[in-house]
């Protein structure tokens, strides 16, 4: 008799999954219980008269379950199958990983060459980028999607391949040193497609198609950047507005990022190559499954279009994708040999919480790692002189837009209204509800500013913010700002203008929104594309243009010339 002592992790689990599943014999079956479970979790989108999804569970080289939920079509009312054509959004980006992969293990590339040896149109921004940054997201690069709406693309526009390089190649400066940290960025995988046209001497479309579709037996799948293709048996995107469903249409159409069009039968054969890959070498899988690392030396999750991470004690490989009325989402489980696909067409961003709960139904609950996490208890001390609280108090900025009130409330600080803080020190706090996060402030004895670091495990390194001095400008204090603010890498241009005791920002193509100030640098807008600018100023306070700084976008500077 084996005793449990003795049988090695790996054979465990897999006695445990054939308990499950049954024997070999039983490979193309999932029990009646099994499938009504499945069933279950998706009967909300199963009805005739609304858009819904497709779901396929992939067992070995089997798909085990594949069938669609509510309509591919509303107007003429056809239904969701495993044979509809969904567009895959962002879980497109394995493919391109994969074909890098695929090229640098023959020879053709290597990860850590320089992106202009292969783009040369591309600026040389005076630090190195990889292709590996690129595969990664560490470039620095900005998004291709949210730079487009600077050239005039609204929601009725189509944003290329052609489109998105013409705007890459103007861009001269980035968001952050190559490395320096992990920032999501669309347009490293189009440029990683360039790449593969470049170095494969075909198009990126029939790359794909002769090295990784043809030899999967992905019939059904297909690269596409022209949008006026026809597209056979595709589901239609919608949009949900208080039950009523309205077409979203997608209008981003660039390979690498996205651009993959198929369906739940094709993507079983790419979930199988995950753990039997086409060409029984599984280096290839492993180079698109190695986490990045930044310059500092820390791991990050995402690999090569896919991240990794572990659910209930598992190793898996994911990857999700939204745009428009499509919601795509995409899970392996190597070790189990396993995956699991949904694909969604009615904009319901519940899709994604559905491959934690199908995965939960198949994976042994008894191997399942500790939930939760506990924190380490943290010594705190009692300030008995409010002063050393109070003096602490106000609006903090961080250069991105980031914005934090601290107010004390019974003699505790307390973060944006409800977050207590507890003291480690006079100038150190922390979350009592979650003590890694803390707030170290400190005051320039010169400059008599106030500084605060948001310290997170969250980050690479601390946030750093300013107090801001919230006060209302005069009439002659606002007229420094009016003025045109031109962006030669975007080739755009805004006007802020003044209405009284308010200043407004237009541009050609967009219409007036107001501006609200905090402080006299920090200048808030309502467009969602310009939500934060930071005025730049010269050695006399002299306005010379402002810094968009909004979010991931950082430093992208419109410089001041006269009203147009």
Known sequence: MITKKLIPKRIAIIILV?????????????????IV????????????????????????????????????????????????????????????GYAIALLARGGKLQLDDKIQDYLPWMHDFGKKITIRNLLNHTSGIRDDIGLSQYFGLNLDGMLTQDLAIQILKRQRTLNFIPGEKFSYSNSNYVLLAEIVKEVSKKSFRDYVDSIIFKPLGMSSSKFVDDYSEVIKNRAVSYRNNNGVFYNSSQNVYTLGDGGLFT????????????????????????????????????????????????YRGQKRFMHNGGLAGYRTIIAVYPDLKMGFVVFGNGGDAEIYKKIDEL??????????PPQGVVEAAVQTIVLKDSMFVNRWVGTYLAANGYKVSIA?????LVVNGNSALAPES??????????????????DLKTKKTQALLITPALSKPMELSRVAERPLSAVE?????????????????QIKQKGAELWISNKRYNDRKVTLLGSDHLFTDYDFLSHILI????????????????ETMGLFFKKERLE
Not at 483 to 494: N, Q, R, T
């Open 359 to 368: 995965s939960a139904l198949f994976i042994p609950t008894n191997i399942v």
């Open 263 to 310: 369906n739940v039968n094709d993507m079983a054969k790419w979930v199988t190559n995950f753990y039997a890959p086409m060409a029984g070498d599984l280096q290839d899988i492993e180079m698109l499954t190695t986490q990045g690392k930044l310059n500092n030396g820390k791991t990050i999750n995402y690999a090569m279009g896919v991240s990794v991470d572990s």
């Open 18 to 34: 054939i308990v499950i599943f049954g024997t070999t014999t039983d490979a193309q079956k999932l029990s009646d219980s099994t």
């Open 408 to 412: 004390s409330k019974g003699g505790e």
């Open 478 to 494: 606002l007229g420094a700002y009016v003025g045109s603010y031109y962006s030669d890498e975007l080739d755009c241009s805004f």
């Open 536 to 551: 730049r100023r010269d050695a006399k306070n002299k306005v010379l243009g402002f810094d968009l700084n909004s979010g």
């Open 426 to 443: 006079t100038n150190l706090f922390h979350i009592i509800a979650r003590p890694s996060v803390k707030y170290q402030f400190s005051t």
């Open 37 to 96: 479970r499945v069933d279950r979790l998706f009967e909300k989108w199963n009805k005739n008269d609304i858009p819904g999804c497709v779901v396929g569970i992939v067992r070995g080289n089997d798909l085990v379950y594949a069938k669609g939920f509510g309509l591919a079509n509303l107007e003429n009312e056809t239904a969701n199958t495993s044979q509809t054509i969904f567009y895959m959004c962002s879980v497109s980006k394995q493919f391109a």
